[in-house]
């Protein structure tokens, strides 16, 4: 597909033809300064969460949205974990049975 041919206008990212960017970091707040429109923001720590740069920082801050919280992509998986050893009781070899 020809990206001219839907209207795509895009900015390289050290001078390569990267469709999406994906950073991590711990606060969203210090990519305001120099986001990239189409990048992506991977948010660790306390409060994960993934993020989408809409606007690419210039005078102004980048516009930045935050995606809506993530789930389990398997439907069996219960958010349960009555034993405390970090896996999920729903897909936990030996659940308690508490």
Same mark, same amino acid.
């Given at each position: *597909? +020809?990206? /001219?041919?839907? +209207?795509?206008? $895009? @900015? ?6 990267? &469709?999406?960017?994906? &950073? !991590?970091?711990? #606060?969203? /707040? +210090?990519?305001?300064? %120099?986001?990239?429109?189409?990048? *992506?923001?991977?948010?660790? $720590? ?7 740069? !809409? /606007?690419?920082? $210039? ?9 809506? %919280?993530?789930?389990?992509? %398997?439907?069996? @998986?219960?958010?349960?974990?009555? #034993?405390?050893?970090?896996? #999920? %009781?729903?897909? #936990? ?6």
């Amino acid at each position: *597909m +020809n990206p /001219e041919g839907i +209207n795509y206008s $895009g @900015q390289y990212l050290n001078n390569t033809e990267y &469709r999406i960017k994906i &950073r !991590t970091g711990s #606060d969203i /707040e +210090n990519a305001k300064n %120099d986001a990239i429109c189409g990048e *992506m923001l991977l948010v660790t $720590g306390a409060s994960p969460a993934v993020y989408v740069c !809409t /606007e690419t920082a $210039g005078e102004n801050d980048a516009v930045i949205y935050k995606l809506p %919280d993530l789930h389990p992509s %398997d439907p069996a @998986q219960s958010g349960v974990d009555a #034993d405390n050893d970090g896996l #999920d %009781d729903a897909v #936990d070899p030996n659940p308690s049975n508490s």
